[in-house]
């Protein structure tokens, strides 16, 4: 395998290495000063959780949605026992997604992302004989303080459909800030 090594006088060095199959590839980089990412820049806190047990819903009351089983959970970020609640630990943009499923048929569904303990975004599904609401946002969280949410409110009290495929939450870093 061949390589080009250039040398920084203070910024370390770069590494441009030849592929090991022959082929054509080809390196661009922009002719003004600039950063290349790097998974260091795009690495973070990422987890997938579902609802593994049905929870009551009042009707038309703001309720917090519990998502108790992970799927994964990069970095311990996902409380999934007491808050149910995302604190990534990495500052950045954070693509947020969830999804509500009603147990039985229903007049309506408000899913709901809060941030921080208020009302970021929300989605609302007319009613049908079933139904699963979902929504998805892009959320600038600091790394500290900042947490996310999942809330849920159906117009008719009656229980969530607890399944992986139907009610699921999940979050990940897409930019660091």
Do not use: C
């Amino acid at each position: 395998m061949s390589s080009i090594v250039i040398q920084g006088d203070t910024s370390g060095s770069i590494t441009v290495e030849a592929p090991s199959v022959a082929g054509t590839h080809t390196l661009t980089l922009p002719k003004v000063t600039s950063t290349l990412a790097t998974t260091a820049d795009i690495s973070g806190p990422a987890f997938s959780a579902y609802q593994s047990s049905s929870q009551t819903l009042s009707t038309s009351t703001n309720t917090k949605i519990q998502y108790q089983t992970e799927r994964f959970d990069t970095n311990s970020n996902y409380d999934n026992v007491t808050n149910y609640r995302f604190t990534p630990t990495v500052e950045g943009y954070y693509q947020v997604n969830a999804s509500l499923g009603v147990g039985a048929s229903a007049t309506g569904v408000y899913t709901q992302i809060f941030k921080n303990g208020s009302l970021y975004e929300g989605s609302y599904d007319a009613g049908h004989s079933t139904i699963t609401s979902t929504i998805s946002s892009l959320v600038y969280l600091n790394g500290t303080t900042d947490y996310i949410e999942i809330y849920g409110n159906f117009g008719s009290g009656q229980v969530t459909a607890a399944s992986s495929s139907q009610t699921w939450f999940n979050a990940v870093l897409v930019r660091a800030a």
